[in-house]
């Protein structure tokens, strides 16, 4: 791109998850590629403080309704009274029209929308102000009404973006020509020290002479397939009684009620022994680097950002034959494919890889291979930038792009 194009990211989520996590990947490269980035959020969190750790200032936008955004991840849902409900579409007004004008005072060429409520309030205060905005979609919505909402949004969007084939599926039988499919990249860089930090989990959980160690990376929500990990666990477990299971991540979006039920059921499978949650990490290359076995049991993944870190370590890695996983992981090439919500089957993989170190370790270097070839994320915004190059009418290298 000829000149620097400000770029307001518009992540409206206090919390680091996957969505959030590939917006600081793009922060630490985006000056290379002509981008000024500035991150749009609703108040100081773990969020603001990892852009402002790789020099990216955050712009905070007063809004009620999202700040409660961890009791009520869903706004249209948090309650039935027709009074509250009018109040919250009276704070979504206000919302937008601070999104507006924050637009104008920080001088923002282009808007970049990063989740649900962003995508809505974005396109709507970009519009008003005239500035071209960019929907990235980097979810699976299974309510018809989200999906409904979501291609109004695109609608009133000068761009999109979706991560996944299976994303683009879950909203369109054919995408629209606006929208292109750009897959998520990693910071292969970054990661590549963590290969060499092995085996620090196992000291620090006193699991030393545990083999296999198998984990499970995400928030804990239902639709990841916890319970289902934990039921495959139990399965191993009758056959390998040294193997040990590791649950990393915890709740986020979700109230603590599925986390419950989750230990409710490692208790009643006697597995107390056997599973570790260890909560929240911040260090999950490295966390990964120590696991023998690398599970994905979700039943919709959109594209996991766990699976793409996994691949770029070159670790042995068990998905689902669902969303956005088989795009990147090839049965027995690169990783072992299940059908999700099926323990049975699950179990079955870890098991295969548990008496079969050798083709684990083969798959393993395959999904590293090419994740290095195709995964990264200085590919991803080189594609980004023209995407932004051609919203704006500007040049790539020296080219004038042409509508």
């Known amino acids: 791109m000829a000149d620097n194009v400000r770029v307001a990211y518009f992540a409206d989520r206090p919390m680091l998850g996957g969505a959030e996590l590939s917006l600081i990947d793009y922060f630490r490269y985006a000056e290379q590629f002509g981008i000024t980035p500035i991150l749009v959020t609703t108040r100081e969190s773990p969020l603001t403080r990892e852009a402002s750790a790789v020099g990216v200032r955050s712009s905070l936008l007063a809004a009620p309704e999202l700040v409660a955004y961890e009791q009520r991840p869903n706004v249209l849902r948090a309650t039935s009274s027709p009074v509250r409900l009018a109040k919250y579409g009276l704070q979504a007004q206000g919302t937008i029209r601070r999104l507006s004008q924050l637009l104008v005072a920080e001088r923002i060429d282009i808007l970049h929308t990063n989740s649900m409520r962003?995508?809505?309030?974005?396109?709507?205060?970009?519009?008003?102000?005239?500035?071209?905005?960019?929907?990235?979609?980097?979810?699976?919505?299974?309510?018809?009404?989200?999906?409904?909402?979501?291609?109004?949004?695109i609608g009133i969007a000068d761009a999109g973006?979706?991560?996944?084939?299976?994303?683009?599926?879950?909203?369109?039988?054919?995408?629209?020509?606006?929208?292109?499919?750009?897959?998520?990249?990693?910071?292969?860089?970054?990661?590549?020290?963590?290969?060499d930090g092995r085996g620090g989990l196992r000291a620090e959980l006193g699991l030393e002479r545990k083999r296999p160690l198998v984990g499970i990376v995400g928030q804990v929500t239902a639709w990841k397939g916890h319970l289902d990990f934990v039921r495959a666990a139990a399965r191993v477990h009758r056959e390998l009684p040294d193997a040990h299971f590791l649950i990393i991540g915890d709740s986020l979006l979700n109230p603590t009620e599925f986390k419950e039920q989750v230990r409710a059921e490692i208790e009643a499978l006697g597995l107390q022994e056997a599973i570790t949650f260890t909560g929240f990490r911040s260090d999950v290359p490295a966390v990964l680097s120590t696991l023998d076995i690398v599970v994905s049991a979700s039943w919709h993944e959109p594209l996991g950002r766990v699976i793409l870190e996994a691949l770029?370590?070159?670790?042995?890695?068990?998905?689902?034959?669902?969303?956005?996983?088989?795009?990147?992981?090839?049965?027995?090439?690169?990783?072992?494919?299940?059908?999700?919500?099926?323990?049975?089957?699950?179990?079955?993989?870890?098991?295969?890889?548990?008496?079969?170190?050798?083709?684990?370790?083969?798959?393993?270097?395959?999904?590293?291979?090419?994740?290095r070839e195709e995964f990264h994320v200085e590919a991803e915004l080189k594609r980004i930038g023209s995407l932004y190059a051609d919203m704006l009418g500007r040049t790539v290298d020296g080219h004038e792009n042409c509508h």
């Open 161 to 195: 973006i979706v991560i996944s084939e299976a994303v683009s599926s879950c909203l369109w039988a054919r995408r629209p020509r606006k929208v292109v499919l750009l897959r998520n990249g990693v910071d292969v860089a970054r990661l590549a020290p963590a290969r």
């Open 118 to 153: 962003a995508h809505l309030y974005g396109v709507i205060a970009a519009k008003l102000v005239r500035v071209p905005v960019v929907v990235h979609i980097r979810d699976m919505p299974q309510r018809r009404y989200v999906r409904l909402a979501l291609r109004a949004a």
């Open 312 to 371: 770029s370590l070159g670790r042995p890695l068990i998905g689902t034959l669902a969303g956005g996983t088989p795009e990147l992981v090839e049965h027995g090439v690169n990783g072992l494919l299940v059908p999700p919500k099926n323990p049975g089957a699950l179990a079955a993989a870890i098991l295969r890889w548990a008496h079969d170190p050798e083709e684990a370790r083969r798959c393993g270097e395959s999904g590293r291979q090419r994740a």
